[in-house]
């Protein structure tokens, strides 16, 4: 029996997906790019604000709320994957699945476990071995909480929100002394 997701307005959504057998989901720099453009266009289409996100070669994170009752974030998921899959699968000539299963959500119900997800989500390059720190790593939005990149996917003053301030946010998410859970 499938799980009955929550996907209300107003809801907060941690949602992972990894790519089938563990391989990878992005071969190249454009296929991340593409996957951030595609994101931005469906989160706009179906009014979903994206808090965070961390592209991984084989996986992703990212950090949301739904904003409407109108669209659901399962409309969203669907749209936003489809269209990557079937765009790399024409340029790849390949076929078939690209990710493991359907995209997994957590929802995050406590405000106060905010700030965990989100360095969750950011640590992962570190984590793997991939980034030395958050700031290093291109294909997610640490760079823009810390004011290095101008991006546009998030809005680093609502992810602010959830500190006390914006420098206790950048202490927080920089603090590598401070151990998340990565069993998720």
Not at 70 to 82: D, V
Not at 123 to 135: C, D, M, Q, S, Y
Not at 145 to 166: E, H, I, K
Request: charged content about 25%.
């Amino acid at each position: 029996m499938e799980k009955e997701r929550n996907y209300y307005k107003n809801t907060y959504h941690h949602l992972y997906n990894r790519g089938a057998n563990k391989a990878l989901i992005f071969f190249e720099v454009e296929n991340y790019l593409y996957f951030l453009r595609r994101m931005k266009y469906y989160s706009k289409n179906f009014k979903i604000q994206i808090l965070s996100y961390c592209l991984m070669p084989n996986h992703f994170h990212i950090f949301l709320k739904q904003t409407t009752d109108e669209f659901s974030i399962s409309f969203f998921i669907s749209s936003w994957l489809n269209s990557y899959v079937k765009s790399i699968n024409q340029m790849y000539k390949r076929s078939g699945t690209l990710f493991e299963s359907k995209t997994k959500s957590k929802q995050i119900i406590d405000d106060a476990y905010f700030k965990w997800v989100i360095k969750y989500i950011l640590e992962n390059p570190v984590h793997a071995g991939l980034a030395e720190n958050i700031t290093n790593w291109e294909f997610s939005n640490a760079k823009d909480l810390f004011g290095m990149r101008n991006g546009n996917l998030t809005d680093p003053n609502y992810v602010a929100s959830f500190f006390q301030s914006r420098e206790i946010m950048l202490e927080f998410l920089m603090d590598k002394s401070i151990k998340v859970d990565y069993s998720i």
